[in-house]
């Protein structure tokens, strides 16, 4: 979608970088002519996701870095400062979830997953954040949120609560950090098939295709959409974006809103007798 190599001389770290979404990701920002950085705890999938990006001719490298941390988080973007050199963009996409009745839930689980999407996501942002306005350096974050940031959902409480603090803190820090040439956006996807996600949250395939159902374009996302996105939202590109979040989810959640869009499940033939007794009314 962009000209040439807007990422020529940039460095990009992706948190959760080695799979699903973060790892499309970082394959295309990376063809893109930037050097990647991936975090993330398991240490073998990262130096598989690592040795796949440089088989494609991307410059990567990978630190083990558990985000709920901020110690941690804060050693790890020095030596990535230190060792590489100035980090240019950051992408807040590690995540922790699972569908659960929510009266089956202990404190340990909510701290968990709310540990890793919304402290995660404000450690590296603190941590990278603190050091551009040190550098008087320009930077561009993108947090990747989710739909039901804003609608809420049952059965992943724990995920809704932080995600809606990731929207709700992606819009405030565009605002105050605007003026320090500082853009932060957000990607709110909808379902897309990652082996993380579904072994999680959508264990079989009556659930998969109830899924699918909900959305108007009738398919489930492909990765590729959201790399290009993900791309352009942190490239200079789109210069004068900041504070915004883009949905990308097949006009799911708002398929969801509308009082009257259950209609689509109807037959042709109940709107040719609808058609019919119009007609019939019309003429009486
Ligand atoms: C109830 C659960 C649970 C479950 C864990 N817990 N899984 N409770 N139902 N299925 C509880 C545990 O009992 C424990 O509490 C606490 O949570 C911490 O669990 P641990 O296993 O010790 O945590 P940890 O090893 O740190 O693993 C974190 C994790 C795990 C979040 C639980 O699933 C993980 O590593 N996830 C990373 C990847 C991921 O989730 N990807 C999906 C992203 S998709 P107690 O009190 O018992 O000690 C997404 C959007 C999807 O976010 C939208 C789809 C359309
Ligand atoms: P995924 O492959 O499971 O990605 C989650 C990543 O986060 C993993 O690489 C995981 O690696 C990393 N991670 C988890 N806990 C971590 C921690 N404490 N520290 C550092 N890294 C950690 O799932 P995905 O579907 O690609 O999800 C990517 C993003 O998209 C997430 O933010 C998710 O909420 C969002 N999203 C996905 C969907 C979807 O349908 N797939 C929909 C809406 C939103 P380790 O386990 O090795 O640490």
Redesign the pocket.
Known sequence: MMNGKPFANKIVVISGGATGLGLEMAKKIGSYGATIVILSRNEERLNDAVESLKKEGINAHYYVCDVRDHVKVDETVQEIWNGLGPINCLINNA??????RTE??????FE??IG??LMGTIHLSLSVGKMWIKEQIKGSILNIT?TYSWTGSGY?TP?AAAKGGVTAFTRSLASEWGSRGIRVNAIAP???K?E??WK???PSEVIEKE?TKRVPLGRLGNPEEISELAAYLLSDYSGYINGDVVTIDGGEWIYGGGQFNQLSTLPDEFWESLKESRKKIQSN
């Open positions: 995540a922790g979830n699972f569908i659960s089956d839930l202990s404190v340990k689980a968990t997953v890793i999407v989710t992943v995920s909808g379902p897309f990652t993380g996600a999680r949250l959508v899924m």
